[in-house]
T-cell receptor, first 112, second 110 residues
């Protein structure tokens, strides 16, 4: 089954404790991206990747890092989480940078 | 920002009625897409319309695109309770980013 898998789905952590949200897709997609969703703000793009070893900043990259060492994986790293990073995070992938996006089920992160 | 805006923010209709929601965006696009999100879940792709298309249909969905006004509309005909969800438009600019609107929350009352 074609899917994008994110883990963890739910996480409560404390300020400053590094965490990684993993994202994996099984569709051989070139394009992968991360979004955060906050009430009243819609989805905002954090980072995206056109292919292996190619990553670029989206609209809200501050406080986040990503890597794309393999085509299927695109982890989101919060080196020193802060409360303003409390949000619902989505990973998505697509064949191209203009095609249909396939979303994961989301990761709800709370930073205390 | 390229981010689009949906209108209305919230819409409540009776089952069987049609639902129309609109999306406006700011810069030139290649494609415009509509997505659906059930509460707290991942977004699901509904339909994609290219910048050189004016109208597209998929089942009970009808999408129009007016690039001169930088706007699009999504019509859901004969709505069902299961259509209750949030609907988002997404655009791609000249770069490699996708920009999502703030969404329309649709409630279909049985």
């Amino acid at each position: 089954e074609a899917q994008v898998t994110q883990n963890p789905r739910y996480l409560i952590t404390v300020t400053g404790k590094k965490l990684t949200v993993t994202c994996s897709q099984n569709m051989n997609h070139e394009y992968m991206s991360w979004y955060r969703q906050d009430p009243g703000l819609g989805l905002r793009q954090i980072y995206y990747s056109m292919n292996v070893e190619v990553t670029d900043k989206g609209d809200v990259p501050e406080g986040y890092k990503v890597s794309r060492k393999e085509k299927r994986n695109f982890p989101l790293i919060l080196e020193s989480p802060s409360p303003n990073q409390t949000s619902l995070y989505f990973c998505a992938s697509s064949i191209t940078n203009t095609g249909e996006l396939f979303f994961g089920e989301g990761s709800r992160l709370t930073v205390l | 920002s390229q981010q689009g805006e949906e209108d209305p923010q919230a819409l409540s209709i009776q089952e069987g009625e049609n639902a129309t929601m609109n999306c406006s965006y700011k810069t030139s696009i290649n494609n415009l897409q509509w997505y659906r999100q059930n509460s707290g879940r991942g977004l699901v792709h509904l339909i994609l319309i290219r910048s050189n298309e004016r109208e597209k249909h998929s089942g009970r969905l009808r999408v129009t695109l007016d690039t001169s006004k930088k706007s699009s509309s999504l019509l859901i005909t004969a709505s069902r309770a299961a259509d209750t969800a949030s609907y988002f438009c997404a655009t791609d600019a000249a770069g490699n980013q996708f920009y999502f609107g703030t969404g329309t929350s649709l409630t279909v009352i049985p």
